[in-house]
């Protein structure tokens, strides 16, 4: 048989079963950077790991996040964060909720206060 004609074949490979991600146990591979970074630049939040605990702290966000295609630095580029701003965890919760990631935000500051615009 034709395995390429015919797609509902299993193939032996993991990605034909397309198991879905463990959401306990999540991490994210790629370039971390922070939030200072980010400031007046749009991107693309793509998932995010609650409960995080760092040597800053214990429940810190590491949000994942997709720089546009036209970006000028940064095109298609992935990248993490960790977060403490409770409007940013605010919005990535509210986000969760509505099951609509990946979300289009702004990164603001206003002294050391972070949130999405």
């Not at 966000?61 to 095109?75: C, E, G, M, R, Y």
């Amino acid at each position: 048989m034709d395995t390429q004609t015919n797609p509902a074949h299993d193939d032996g490979t993991l990605a034909f079963l397309n198991i879905p991600q463990d959401e306990n146990n999540k991490h994210f591979n790629c370039h971390e950077t922070t939030q200072q970074k980010l400031i007046n630049l749009s991107f693309f939040v793509l998932d995010f790991i609650d409960g995080v605990k760092t040597k800053f702290g214990a429940e810190r966000f590491l949000v994942k996040i997709k720089h546009p295609d036209n970006s000028p630095d940064k095109a298609g580029q992935v990248e993490k964060f960790f977060t403490n701003s409770t409007e940013i965890k605010y919005v990535l919760r509210e986000i969760k909720k509505r099951n609509a990631f990946p979300r289009k935000v702004t990164m603001r500051a206003s002294g050391t206060r972070y949130y999405f615009e």
